[in-house]
């Protein structure tokens, strides 16, 4: 999977969240994991609230909880793309979108769930 691709796909879902269901389709790869991402986003918010300590997902920041609901998407859904990509890609887009901190964070929870799911 490409990395463009993969932040088309970052970028629409953060859209969908502050746009409360509102968003633009997009084709291809990145439009499959955007609607994979809202066809399970309850089963995937809830593995996030479990796997972390500190924060629930609602109160997450936006730009975080786009990335973790597509990185662990990609890491229950796409079994073709190594969970170390998935993890390098999501932290890449937590540097690139959000704080220096939420590299670490997106890092940390992506990490523990990589170690059950795969």
């Given at each position: 999977?490409?990395?463009?691709?993969?932040?088309?796909?970052?970028?629409?879902?953060?859209?969908?969240?502050?746009?409360?269901?509102?968003?633009?389709?997009?084709?291809?790869?990145?439009?499959?994991?955007?609607?994979?991402?809202?066809?399970?986003?309850?089963e995937?918010?809830e593995?996030?609230?479990?796997?972390?300590?500190?924060?629930?997902?609602?109160?997450?920041?936006?730009?975080?909880?786009?990335?973790?609901?597509?990185?662990?998407?990609?890491?229950?859904?796409?079994?073709?793309?190594?969970?170390?990509?998935?993890?390098?890609?999501?932290?890449?887009?937590?540097?690139?979108?959000?704080?220096?901190?939420?590299?670490?964070?997106?890092?940390?929870?992506?990490?523990k769930?990589?170690?059950?799911?795969?």
């Amino acid at each position: 999977m490409s990395a463009d691709a993969r932040e088309r796909a970052f970028q629409a879902l953060y859209e969908f969240d502050l746009r409360d269901g509102d968003f633009e389709e997009l084709p291809g790869k990145a439009g499959r994991l955007v609607r994979g991402v809202i066809d399970h986003r309850p089963e995937l918010d809830e593995t996030l609230d479990e796997v972390s300590s500190r924060w629930r997902v609602a109160r997450m920041p936006p730009v975080d909880r786009a990335i973790l609901r597509l990185g662990l998407y990609e890491l229950r859904f796409e079994s073709n793309t190594p969970a170390a990509v998935v993890l390098s890609e999501a932290v890449r887009l937590a540097k690139t979108y959000s704080t220096e901190r939420s590299g670490a964070f997106v890092n940390g929870i992506l990490g523990k769930v990589a170690q059950s799911e795969r």
